[in-house]
């Protein structure tokens, strides 16, 4: 359905919530727009929100050209941009990890966690202080 992206420049940080089926068509122009625009700029911390996307469509391959894409595009990404990946469901989950092992040469902190509240917590933000809905669906 969507990609939407929400910066919070007081927080160092851009929310990147997915709702619903993404095409891997969909996911690879959503993320190359993004990446090319002025909306990132490392060392900003991402905050990936897969509550609410249903991860059916996403491939393995797509996920390598991604990584790929980042290296070739973003050489500016060092260790000190934090990426947490909110991912409760299994699939969701499951390729988030693999696309971790996929990226192992984009330098950033790439973490993937299955609750909100421990991924503000390791980005540095108390939930009481983000204006997110961090309630787990």
């Given amino acids: 359905m969507a990609i939407e992206s929400h910066v919070r420049a007081e927080d160092n940080l851009v929310v990147l919530t997915h709702v ?3 095409g891997d068509d969909e996911f690879l122009a959503f993320y190359n727009r993004f990446f090319k625009s002025d909306t990132f700029k490392p060392p900003m911390n991402m905050l990936v929100d897969l509550r ?3 991860s059916s469509p996403r491939s393995a391959e797509v996920l390598r050209r991604f990584a790929e894409f980042l290296q070739a595009e973003r050489p500016d990404i060092t260790s000190h941009t ?3 990946v909110v991912a409760p469901k299994d699939l969701s989950f ?3 990890r693999m696309y971790e092992a996929l990226s192992d040469s984009v330098p950033w902190n ?3 966690f299955r609750a909100m509240d421990a991924a503000l917590a390791w980005i540095g933000l108390r939930k009481d202080t983000v204006n ?3 309630r787990d669906a």
């Fill in 82 to 84: 934090k990426v947490a």
């Fill in 94 to 96: 499951g390729l988030a």
């Fill in 110 to 112: 790439f973490v993937v």
């Fill in 52 to 54: 609410k996307a249903d």
């Fill in 132 to 134: 997110l809905e961090t």
């Fill in 20 to 22: 619903g089926k993404i």
